[in-house]
């Protein structure tokens, strides 16, 4: 088992990374998103969405959907998206510790890279947040770094059995797949010329 993390990644690290080219930007959805599209009904809610690429995905296949960011900066760039593409969706400046504090409630959420920048204590609260934002029998779809990317250059690695832990109450986890996160094609040199390994994840929270 991996050693706990005491402190998730700084806010500055995210506003210099979106002030730059963010290695995730890729300027359209994760392919593990469009792939599992099928698997989604009803509204949508992305969580830590950034400039809204997986967001407006789901708006183009007809979902109702809200996506939030705790920075200001890409929530911006998600509006003018969806103004410049003719899609409907609600982008918000919202911190996903807080999805506690949220009366809203969605069939489905999707995390792209967020899960895994968390601390032991944020995760457990994260989650806390997720099992009150998701209704019951809505399905959760995740994708993180995994355990098998060689180095230490991006966020915290996550092996199995720690999704599991973290969704071990009140969930039931279908599937954990091997998957990739598309990058940047410069940045592939950040994790030897690859794609970095991630964690595809569908639950649904319990009924």
Known sequence: MPEPQKASLPRERFEN????RAP???GKPQPVFRAAANKVTGSVLDVGCGT?????????????????????GPITEAKAKAVERGLSGTFL??????????????DNVIDSGLFHVFSDADRARYVRGLETVLKPGGRLLLLCFCDQVPGEVGPRRVNKEELR???????????????????RPETKALFMGEEPKAWFMMARRAG
Do not use: C, M, P
């Open 24 to 26: 995730w930007n890729i």
């Open 17 to 20: 990374a979106y002030a730059g």
């Open 52 to 72: 809204g690429e997986n967001a407006l995905f789901f708006a183009s296949k007809s979902h109702a959907v809200t996506g939030i960011d705790f920075l200001e």
């Open 165 to 183: 832990e973290a969704f071990r109450g009140g969930w039931e986890i279908e599937t954990i797949e091997l998957a990739r996160f598309e990058i």
């Open 93 to 106: 400046v919202k911190d996903a510790l807080k999805l506690q504090e949220w009366t809203e409630r969605f």
